[in-house]
């Protein structure tokens, strides 16, 4: 089956940098996305790392490692607004190549 | 563009009753995916359309749930006869596919919040 594992809950402070890692198990493997979740919102698509190595957009970075089924994404210079749930997810080749599935989500509180 | 708008946005029904949750996806969108949250836990996959089609729909957990795409636009989601259990976030994605530019991940809507009591 599929199973990914992320923390539950991560704390940190403003302007610091927090990272959230994430491993998977798939019976097939087609890259690794992430999510960010405000309560009450809609999961925002955050960055997808088909091959390994790190995808950097503004300030969030995310790294695929396929040989250790591992992934992580880097969030810095915290700001308030970045308190929310953070979501790794795997397409796999048990629900298609598109659909995707996701861990329990890791919530993230920023404080001042 | 408009995004992947869902109705309603809360629901509260009593066991045994029937709920109809609805999806539009983002105009153009052939992918339209449902998903639930249940309690704080992961988001769980329920199934995939490609225009009409039902592509996958391995992740439904009975057959109290009906989902539909009529004409490959909006889609329903039909819980009947709803159960406690059924209780969670309902999150409709919508994605398209254009060759060359690689995967882009997928539009969420906002969801329904369904409560059964």
């Known amino acids: 089956g599929q199973s990914l594992e992320q923390p539950s809950e991560v704390t940190a402070v403003e302007g610091a940098i927090v990272q959230i890692n994430c491993t998977y198990q798939t019976s097939g493997f087609y890259g690794l996305s992430w999510y960010q979740q405000h309560d009450g919102g809609a999961p925002t698509f955050l960055s997808y790392n088909g091959l390994d190595g790190l995808e950097e957009t503004g300030r969030f970075s995310s790294f695929l490692s396929r040989s250790d089924s591992y992934g992580y994404l880097l969030l810095q210079e915290l700001q308030m607004k970045d308190s929310a749930s953070y979501f790794c997810a795997v397409r796999d080749t048990r629900t298609g190549r598109r659909a995707l599935t996701f861990g329990s989500g890791t919530r993230l509180q920023v404080q001042p | 563009e408009a995004g992947v708008t869902q109705f309603p946005s809360h629901s509260v029904i009593e066991k045994g009753q029937t709920v109809t949750l609805r999806c539009d996806p983002i105009s153009g969108h052939d992918n339209l995916y449902w998903y639930r949250r249940v309690m704080g836990k992961e988001i769980k996959f329920l199934l995939h359309f490609v225009k009409e089609s039902k592509q996958d729909e391995s992740g439904m957990p009975n057959n109290r749930f009906l989902a539909e795409r009529t004409g490959g636009t909006y889609s329903t989601l039909k819980v009947q006869p709803a159960e406690l259990e059924d209780s969670g976030v309902y999150f409709c994605?919508?994605?398209?596919?254009?060759?060359?530019?690689?995967?882009?991940?997928?539009?969420f809507g906002s969801g329904t919040r369904l409560t059964v009591v």
């Open positions: 994605a919508s994605s398209h596919v254009i060759r060359g530019q690689g995967f882009n991940g997928y539009t």
